[in-house]
Nanobody
Framework: QVQLVESGGGLVQAGGSLRLSCAASGRSFSTFFMGWFRQAPGQEREFVAAIGWSDTHRYYADSVKGRFTISRDNAKNTVSLQMNSLKPEDTAVYYC???????????????WGQGTQVTVSS
């Protein structure tokens, strides 16, 4: 059974930084894409970032490009999201995701974590 557990959310002032982490278990994820979605109050979930099995393939939403960095450690089955220059509009619940296919990691990932709250104050 696949399990994704996020950590690292919290409250930060605009311009600050946070690092989210996700621990995956239940199978080997070395060939799976891993990523992050977010959902702000009253809005639909949106893609944030994804990474392939090697660090050479990374994908970002335009809204976070240049500010967020996704990375993974296949030996530890973890994926992280370093978030810099945070803005109030980044406030959302952030979800760790994983899927074997590129076309679905950015749209309809098969597996989701429970989510962690990120709040950016102005």
């Amino acid at each position: 059974q696949v399990q994704l557990v996020e950590s690292g959310g919290g409250l930060v002032q605009a311009g600050g930084s946070l690092r989210l982490s996700c621990a995956a278990s239940g199978r080997s994820f070395s060939t799976f894409f891993m990523g992050w979605f977010r959902q702000a109050p009253g809005q639909e979930r949106e893609f944030v970032a994804a990474i392939g099995w090697s660090d050479t393939h990374r994908y970002y939403a335009d809204s976070v490009k240049g500010r967020f960095t996704i990375s993974r450690d296949n030996a530890k089955n973890t994926v992280s999201l370093q978030m810099n220059s945070l803005k109030p509009e980044d406030t959302a619940v952030y979800y760790c995701t994983t899927d074997p296919l590129l076309r679905t990691i950015r749209s309809r990932p098969a597996y989701w974590g429970q989510g962690t709250q990120v709040t950016v104050s102005s």
